[in-house]
């Protein structure tokens, strides 16, 4: 349904139907039509499209919300043929506007970067993505998730990234190629991880664990058993995983600067150690 103009154009929430024109939208910024991606997105946030009177989106982007605390804003797009008349900043406003969220979370590329900063955004850290197939791996202590494992996933989750995630943690064990969780000494876990696949290839993320020493290790463990090369994007503070991806043959492959806006992000970030993917935090 069409509610408001933009910029002079209609801006409408879109559904699964649209996933077509996201792609071709993508395309035209030379970004890859990663299908199984925007579905995940579909289900799990909202997603803005503005339809551009000549055909196809003028413009998207997906704002996934994790309760009343946090916004994940991605896939921000505008056509070519439509940049830099306003359009992409309005349609961002109108997103965050309608999440009400404390905070939201994104990374920028250096195209988006100075729009975010009007906005208000303010950058925090780097993030460096890093590709490859990953070499002289030495496996970890993690084995397998199971569905009982579910609830204790959610509740060190909660506790982690600071708002609720269920939906989309649960909607992971099965878009995930692999899950795997580390036991806790008190029947709960101390870390858990997930690939999955995007296209050539599979993302390493999300990964929480309350060490270092547990997160690499679960990361080993899901990097020796997927095929083809792996992907994983790395905020730049955390040495010791850049130190990983270097040892086991992954090389940088692009960076983006990850802005918050808003309160401070809530949660216990030092034991945050990848994101799902960067359009979700
Ligand atoms: C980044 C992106 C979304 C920006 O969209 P946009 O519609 O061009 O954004 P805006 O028009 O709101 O702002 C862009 C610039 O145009 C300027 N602008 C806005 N209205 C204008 C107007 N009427 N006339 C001239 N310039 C204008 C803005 O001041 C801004 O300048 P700045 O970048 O120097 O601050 C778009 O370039 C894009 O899709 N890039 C490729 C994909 C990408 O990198 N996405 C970001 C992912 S994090």
Known sequence: ??????????????????????????????WSPEERKWRLLFEVGDVYGVDDPDGGLAAAVVCTRFG???????????????????????????????????????????????????????AIGECATHVGEATGLTRGTSRPATPSDLSAILALD?????????????????FSERFRVVDGPDGGLSGFAGAWRNLGETVLGPAIAQDADTALGLLSD???????????????????????????????????????YGAPLPGDRSRLFTPVMVALG
């Not at 929430?13 to 024109?21: F, I, K, M, R, S």
């Not at 997103?95 to 905070?103: E, F, S, V």
């Open 222 to 260: 899901l990097a020796s058993e997927v095929e083809g090369p792996v992907r994983i994007d790395i905020d730049t503070s955390r040495s010791e995983l850049l130190a990983w991806a270097k040892e086991h043959g992954l090389h940088h492959s692009f960076s983006t600067t990850i802005m918050e």
């Open 1 to 30: 349904m069409t509610d408001q103009l933009i910029s002079g154009f209609p801006v409408r929430l879109l559904d699964v139907t649209d996933l077509p024109a996201c792609l071709r939208l993508a395309e035209d910024r030379e």
């Open 158 to 174: 909660a506790e982690v990234f600071g708002a609720p995630r269920g939906e989309l943690l649960t909607r992971l064990q099965a």
């Open 68 to 122: 009343q605390e946090i916004s994940a804003i991605g896939m921000m797009l505008v056509a070519k043929r439509r940049e830099r008349r306003g359009l992409g900043g309005a349609l961002l406003r109108y997103a965050l506007d309608r999440a009400g969220t404390a905070t939201a979370w994104l990374t920028a590329t250096a195209y988006g970067r100075p729009m975010y900063e009007r906005l208000g955004f303010r």
